[in-house]
């Protein structure tokens, strides 16, 4: 099952990638790689990369169940390797220095390379529980921490504006179970893991990528406001 509010920030994120394939893309904190899927389907190649050997595991084993062909997931930050796009996606809020981390990813990409960022705003209403006390921002905050990093021509991109929002106890209802039976039991919980969970799996039948249009056209009505409970980032490397 892939989350509203994922599918959301997907549109958001797609539409703004060149559609002409062939684009080299790095995904740092891929989680369970689920947008290099359509990427790939796209004709871009690349990598993956997630600090969480679990779930670099499952990144490889969706990527082989979807027969995604052109990304492969390493074990490793890619120093030394250039990219034109790289993903920073929902990643942000659980860096120590969040300059220090899009430097990083600054240089990673080829001279005019594109980063996006997504973020969840201050305010949005998750339960740190559940977020697993991820930083939270405003667009102000993060439009600063790009420029002192080296970014330019930043745009700022709303999105998840209504249904992300109505969700929002829904989805602390949901993982928040999930995180207290994990720890219960002395596990690891995987934040970018949770809608992967079997027991949510029936719940991909309301939504999906076919249910989620009307609603992926609608915030884009928002796209320039507050509203939506995230917001995406594109920003250009000098």
Known sequence: MLPPRYLLREDVVLRRIDHSGNSSIADIGCGGAEILIPLSRLGHHGIGYDPSPVARACARQRLAETEAKG?????????????????????????????ELLSACRKLLVPGGTLFVSFVRTGAG??????????????????????????????????????ANTMVGIMNALHGFSVRRTQSRGGRVETGLFHRSKWLAPLGIISNRWTIKPFVLLQRLFAHTEQGNGFVVRAKVG
């Open 71 to 99: 990304f492969t997931i390493i074990d490793a930050w890619p120093s030394g390797m250039r990219f034109e796009v790289v993903l920073l996606l929902e990643v942000l809020g659980y860096a120590d220095d969040q300059v």
């Open 126 to 163: 998750y339960d740190p529980l559940v977020v697993q006390q991820m930083r939270c921002f405003s667009s102000v905050e993060v439009r600063t921490f790009l420029k002192d990093a080296g970014f330019r021509d930043i745009e700022i991109v709303n999105y998840g504006y209504p249904l």
